[in-house]
């Protein structure tokens, strides 16, 4: 079974400050991640994600993460917020098996950015 | 435009009512989801959809029902409600079982409030 653990229920951070998002998931298999991002009234979008390869993903939009196999994380980050990063973030997991059909998703981060 | 689009957005019906969602995609995807999406809590998986077969159903009470008449539209018909299944519902797409990694789209949502 897979689950997926986002601590932060909300983070408030300034403008142009950093931030970091923490992600931890726990899986018997191997697993792919993903950041999804939903802005007010509206559905989820993919932000970023891992499937192979190098461990650091990036977005188009400044934020990345990093796959840690051995913390079983997948912290977001971004070095410099803007106020239109205000959205409420989720972390998710799909197991590497062909039949699979499922993201499992964290609880969601609020990110609240204040000018 | 997400290619995911949801009606109505907002719902509000009493416990003795029969309604539906309504989900269409214009992605060309060969699956559809539902998820449900309450306050403090992961993303909940209802109903998965291949190829308009119904391939799972995670444990959900019988006054949800889905219907995929094609891979493009997708129905969650609701009878006999409770004031705990207010929430918002999600649907969503992909081109293939999410269990290849592959992205999920999804509709901004319906906000149901049972009463």
């Known amino acids: 079974a897979q689950s997926v653990t986002q601590l932060d229920s909300q983070v408030p951070v300034f403008e142009e400050a950093p931030v970091e998002l923490r992600c931890n998931y726990s899986?018997?298999?191997?697993?792919?991640l993903f950041w999804y991002v939903q802005y007010p009234n509206q559905g989820l979008q993919l932000l970023l994600k891992y499937l192979s390869g190098s461990t650091l993903v990036e977005s188009i939009n400044g934020f990345e993460a990093e796959f840690n196999k051995s913390q079983t994380s997948f912290h977001l980050r971004k070095p410099s917020v803007h106020i239109s990063d205000t959205a409420e973030y989720f972390c998710?997991?799909?197991?590497?098996?062909?039949?699979?059909?499922?993201?499992?998703f964290g609880t969601g981060t609020r990110l609240t950015v204040i000018p | 435009e997400t290619g995911v689009t949801q009606t109505p957005r907002h719902l509000v019906m009493g416990m003795t009512n029969k309604k539906s969602l309504k989900c269409e995609q214009h992605l060309g995807h060969n699956a559809m989801y539902w998820y449900k999406q309450s306050a403090k809590k992961p993303l909940e998986l209802m109903f998965v959809?291949?190829?308009?077969?119904?391939?799972e159903n995670n444990s959900v009470p019988s006054r949800f029902s889905p219907e995929c008449p094609n891979s493009s539209h997708l129905f969650l018909h609701l009878h006999t409600l409770q004031p705990e299944d207010s929430a918002l519902y999600l649907c969503?797409?992909?081109?293939?079982?999410?269990?290849?990694?592959?992205?999920?789209?999804f509709g901004q949502g319906t906000r149901l409030t049972v009463v």
């Open positions: 969503a797409s992909s081109q293939a079982g999410l269990g290849r990694g592959v992205e999920a789209f």
């Open positions: 899986s018997s298999v191997s697993v792919y």
């Open positions: 959809y291949n190829f308009k077969e119904q391939t």
């Open positions: 998710a997991v799909s197991p590497e098996l062909g039949g699979a059909n499922n993201l499992f």
